[in-house]
Structure formats: structure tokens, C-alpha cells
């Protein structure tokens, strides 16, 4: 996220007109927005293929149409669908990935599958936002308009400007883009109006450094949640080292200190001070005193693709 803008632009177009369009967000250094049908596996591919050979450098998220949603248990689209989280330029909101969706009946059901199935491969900071006309989600402002019928009245402005009055963000301006000629110069103009009109009401400097606070307490969220996982993993280790030795040690029992081996230790033991630690040429001669006791063929010595011991 830009955190020294007062708005970013978001650009929404399906999946087959992302050729069409591409130039048009960069120049307007706006982030793709790319229309997916839920488990559409052909689309996707074509998608993918396109964002990974893409020549042009831009930032893109995906808005998901839940339509297919009887489909929801087809866990191969999911899986290719992660590839596309895992681009270096998805984009990300308050250091969350965004997945965007049409806030419909269907929808509840499948977002939760989804971000249950996400969550499982380590895709936790996901930001879900369902797509109104206005909506703030983790005190993030979206606006979504359609480039064919974008408002000019003053009364939509100021209800713009109690918006980012009320945030800590900037503002997310949403926009379906439908036509590549007509849709970019509307979107300028009515950018353009909207900034002199939050200009003449709000100090911009101040808001700037509201949201550059925010972006440092963002960061410092961020280094505390890679914290809780880093000793996380540290307690989960200890864990499976107290599996491995435990108190209480008997009497005859083997072990350091006051602790003892568990099974599972005295097998591996075992197995190495008995067998890996003997020098090679010792274990060659155990492999020809099998073969002359009729336990393994002679061709096992020379070959690993044949059969090796005998029945």
C-alpha cells in the first residue's frame, strides 16, 4: 500500500480482456483488479500463464465470482489458484493479501471454504472484501464505481470526504473498467474534482502523516505476528524434544543426567553404534557372507535393481 496518497485506483476487467487493458493501468499506475470465475480451471491457467509472462511491471489482486460454488470441493483449482498469491506482485492491503468478491447469497459459503483451505497452506493473511458500493473493511475505505456511470454530484464528494475523514488509510477507489477509450479519461476528471474538493477541506499534509503512522504501526504488527510464529515453532520443537527424553529415570535405565531415552531413541542408538559406525570394508564382508549363506544373490552386489535377498 502507497501510504503517502490520499486514494489509490483499483482497476477491474475479466479475465479476457487483460491485453486490452494492461496499458491502461500502467499508465495510470492504477492496480489490476482480474475477474476469476470459482473453479474455472481453463481460465485460470490462462491467467496465470499470463501473469507470469507478463513484459509490463504491475501490481494485481483477483475479484472472485462465486457463481460456481456447488463446486466449491475442487481442491486442484485451489491449489493452482495459490499460485497467483504467491507472485511477488499481488498486491497487499495493510501487509495482507486481498481477495476480492461479489457480496451475494452464494458467497458466505464459499469464502469460508476458501480461507479454510488457504489457512492450511499457510495462507493466513488473507483480507476478504466483499464488494458494495461503499464499505470499510479492517478500516480500510473501498468505493466502487462503474466507469459508465461514475457520479459528479456534490453530495457523493462530501459523503467521500467524511470517508477519509474517518480512516486511517487511503482511500481504495474501485472501479469496473469496460471500456479502454471512454473509462480512463472519466476516471481522471472525476479523481482530478474529488482531490481539489478534499483539498479545500482537509490539511493533506496532516493526513499523510496520519497514514504514514499507520503504516508504522502496521510494520510493527507484522514483526510482532513473525515473532509469535518464530517461538511458536520454537515451543512446538521443544515439544517433540521432551517426546524424545523424559524424567524419571530408572534404576539400570541408560541415559544422561536424570533423564532416560525413550524407545524410539534406544532403536536409533542401536542401529548406529551396531552397524553405521563399522568401516565399510567390514560391512562388504557381511554383504559376501549373506550371499554364501544362500540369504542374498550374487547380483545384488553389482546391481540395486535387482532382487536382493532371497525367499
Same mark, same amino acid.
Given at each position: 500500500?502507497?501510504?503517502?496518497?490520499? %486514494?489509490?485506483?483499483?482497476?477491474?476487467?475479466?479475465?479476457?480482456?487483460?491485453?486490452?487493458?494492461?496499458? #491502461?493501468?500502467?499508465?495510470?499506475?492504477?492496480? !489490476?483488479?482480474?475477474?476469476?470465475?470459482?473453479?474455472?480451471?481453463?481460465?485460470?491457467?490462462?491467467?496465470?500463464?499470463?501473469?507470469?509472462?507478463?513484459?509490463?511491471?504491475?501490481?494485481?489482486?483477483?475479484?472472485?465470482?462465486?457463481?460456481? &460454488?456447488?463446486?466449491?470441493?475442487? @481442491?486442484?483449482?485451489?491449489?493452482?489458484?495459490?499460485?497467483?498469491?504467491?507472485?511477488?506482485?499481488? &498486491?497487499?492491503? &495493510?501487509?495482507?493479501?486481498?481477495?476480492?468478491?461479489?457480496?451475494?447469497?452464494?458467497?458466505?459459503?464459499?469464502?469460508?471454504?476458501?480461507?479454510?483451505?488457504?489457512?492450511?497452506? *499457510?495462507?493466513?493473511?488473507? !483480507? %476478504?472484501?466483499?464488494?458494495?458500493?461503499?464499505?470499510?473493511?479492517?478500516?480500510?475505505?473501498?468505493?466502487?464505481?462503474?466507469?459508465?456511470?461514475?457520479?459528479? *454530484?456534490?453530495?457523493?464528494?462530501?459523503?467521500?470526504?467524511?470517508? #477519509?475523514?474517518?480512516?486511517?488509510?487511503?482511500?481504495?477507489?474501485?472501479?469496473?473498467?469496460? @471500456?479502454?477509450?471512454?473509462?480512463?479519461?472519466?476516471?481522471?476528471?472525476?479523481?482530478?474534482?474529488?482531490?481539489?474538493? =478534499?483539498?479545500? #477541506?482537509? @490539511?493533506?499534509?496532516?493526513?499523510?502523516?496520519?497514514?504514514?503512522?499507520?503504516?508504522?504501526?502496521? =510494520?510493527?504488527?507484522?514483526?510482532?505476528?513473525?515473532?509469535?510464529?518464530?517461538? !511458536?515453532?520454537?515451543?512446538?520443537?521443544? @515439544? %517433540?524434544?521432551?517426546?524424545?527424553?523424559?524424567?524419571?529415570?530408572?534404576?539400570?535405565?541408560?541415559? =544422561? *543426567?536424570?533423564?532416560?531415552?525413550?524407545?524410539?531413541?534406544?532403536? $536409533? $542408538?542401536?542401529?548406529?553404534?551396531?552397524?553405521?559406525?563399522?568401516? !565399510?570394508?567390514?560391512?562388504?564382508?557381511?554383504?559376501?557372507?549373506?550371499?554364501?549363506? *544362500? $540369504?542374498?544373490?550374487?547380483?545384488?552386489?553389482?546391481?540395486?535393481? #535387482?532382487?536382493?535377498? $532371497?525367499?
Amino acid at each position: 500500500m502507497e501510504y503517502n496518497k490520499v %486514494f489509490q485506483y483499483h482497476f477491474s476487467v475479466k479475465a479476457h480482456d487483460l491485453m486490452s487493458f494492461t496499458s #491502461v493501468v500502467s499508465d495510470l499506475s492504477a492496480k !489490476l483488479v482480474i475477474q476469476l470465475n470459482e473453479c474455472n480451471e481453463k481460465e485460470l491457467e490462462e491467467v496465470t500463464r499470463f501473469i507470469y509472462s507478463a513484459k509490463t511491471t504491475f501490481e494485481f489482486w483477483i475479484e472472485l465470482n462465486f457463481n460456481l &460454488a456447488k463446486n466449491q470441493e475442487n @481442491d486442484i483449482w485451489l491449489n493452482n489458484f495459490t499460485n497467483l498469491l504467491c507472485h511477488l506482485n499481488y &498486491a497487499t492491503l &495493510a501487509n495482507k493479501k486481498i481477495i476480492s468478491y461479489k457480496n451475494n447469497e452464494s458467497s458466505s459459503q464459499s469464502v469460508a471454504y476458501i480461507k479454510s483451505y488457504l489457512e492450511t497452506q *499457510g495462507f493466513d493473511n488473507i !483480507l %476478504f472484501i466483499p464488494l458494495k458500493n461503499e464499505t470499510i473493511i479492517s478500516n480500510i475505505p473501498f468505493i466502487t464505481f462503474e466507469t459508465g456511470n461514475i457520479p459528479e *454530484g456534490e453530495v457523493v464528494k462530501q459523503n467521500i470526504i467524511e470517508i #477519509v475523514k474517518g480512516s486511517n488509510y487511503p482511500l481504495q477507489l474501485y472501479f469496473y473498467l469496460n @471500456d479502454k477509450n471512454e473509462g480512463p479519461e472519466k476516471i481522471k476528471a472525476f479523481v482530478e474534482k474529488l482531490f481539489t474538493k =478534499i483539498k479545500s #477541506v482537509i @490539511d493533506i499534509v496532516l493526513l499523510q502523516k496520519i497514514y504514514e503512522q499507520q503504516k508504522e504501526l502496521d =510494520i510493527a504488527l507484522n514483526n510482532n505476528k513473525d515473532l509469535y510464529s518464530t517461538i !511458536l515453532t520454537k515451543e512446538t520443537y521443544i @515439544d %517433540f524434544l521432551k517426546n524424545i527424553i523424559y524424567s524419571d529415570q530408572e534404576e539400570g535405565q541408560e541415559g =544422561i *543426567g536424570n533423564y532416560k531415552y525413550s524407545e524410539m531413541v534406544k532403536i $536409533k $542408538k542401536f542401529y548406529h553404534f551396531e552397524y553405521e559406525i563399522l568401516p !565399510l570394508w567390514y560391512k562388504q564382508i557381511g554383504h559376501v557372507l549373506k550371499v554364501l549363506m *544362500g $540369504k542374498r544373490t550374487f547380483k545384488s552386489l553389482f546391481n540395486d535393481n #535387482v532382487k536382493k535377498y $532371497k525367499e
